[in-house]
């Protein structure tokens, strides 16, 4: 499967961004498909991640409450919805996938199958 990531943009800190994941070349069925986020000088590191065979969401600590990740099962995406954005969530996110969901899914060391990023950039 191919991923294209888009969404990202600048924006002010309080406002919402909607990053979409689209695959293409089949659909996700059993896949586990995440977000990642890599900030300047940092590891990359989880955000969301969902399942789509039980349409269940996982979402990180430290963006809970503000992120959600769902689903367009017709358009074989899935969206970040980051609403009360603030500085510290600039970075470029990133999505992938895999083939069969793990227990492990926040590790990034998972999934070798990743879109090629889009940047979001929160000014204060």
């Known amino acids: 499967v191919q991923l294209q990531a888009s969404g990202g943009g600048l924006v002010q800190a309080g406002g919402s961004l909607r990053l979409s994941c689209a695959a293409s070349?089949?659909?996700?069925?059993?896949?586990?498909i995440v977000w990642f986020r890599q900030a300047p000088g940092k590891e990359r590191e989880f955000v969301a991640a969902f399942r789509w065979s039980l349409n269940r969401e996982y979402v990180a600590g430290p963006v809970k409450g503000r992120f959600t990740i769902s689903r367009d099962v017709a358009k074989n995406t899935v969206y970040l919805q980051m609403n009360s954005l603030k500085p510290e969530d600039t970075a470029i996110y990133y999505c992938?996938?895999?083939?069969?969901?793990?227990?492990?899914?926040?590790?990034?060391?998972?999934?070798?199958?990743w879109g090629q990023g889009t940047l979001v950039t929160v000014s204060s």
């Open positions: 070349g089949r659909t996700f069925s059993n896949y586990g």
């Open positions: 992938a996938a895999r083939a069969h969901w793990t227990l492990d899914y926040a590790n990034v060391r998972q999934y070798d199958n």
